[in-house]
């Protein structure tokens, strides 16, 4: 009874110690395109979300025209430290000049 337990013990280890198979590479999908994106942004002012300009003005661009989970990231603006390889980043100045855009 004793050497039952001590291999069903035995087993029991080597199994939870035994690596997990992988279901194959981990593939990151660049879906944020900055060198799309940065073109039409920079240098304009972003109008976040609630504000409105009317008729068409040249150097704006309106932050709800950005991907779907884009982020506009202001001087003082806290964010998080979570990397998202498909996130869009768009840092403005303290007047909402865009300034840089990245993934992340």
Not at 6 to 24: D, E, Y
Request: proline fraction near 8%; glycine fraction near 8%.
């Amino acid at each position: 009874m004793k050497l039952f337990a001590t291999l069903t013990l035995f087993v029991v280890s080597v199994a939870v110690a035994a690596p997990t198979k992988r279901q194959g590479p981990v593939v990151v999908v660049d879906s944020c395109y900055p060198e799309k994106w940065g073109p039409l942004v920079i240098g304009k002012t972003i109008v976040r979300l609630g504000k409105c300009l009317h008729g068409t003005h040249p150097n704006v661009f309106y932050a709800k025209d950005l991907p779907a989970g884009s982020r506009v990231i202001g001087p003082n603006d806290p964010v998080t430290a979570d990397l998202r390889y498909n996130r869009l980043n768009v840092k403005v100045t303290a007047n909402n000049v865009a300034t840089e855009v990245y993934c992340g």
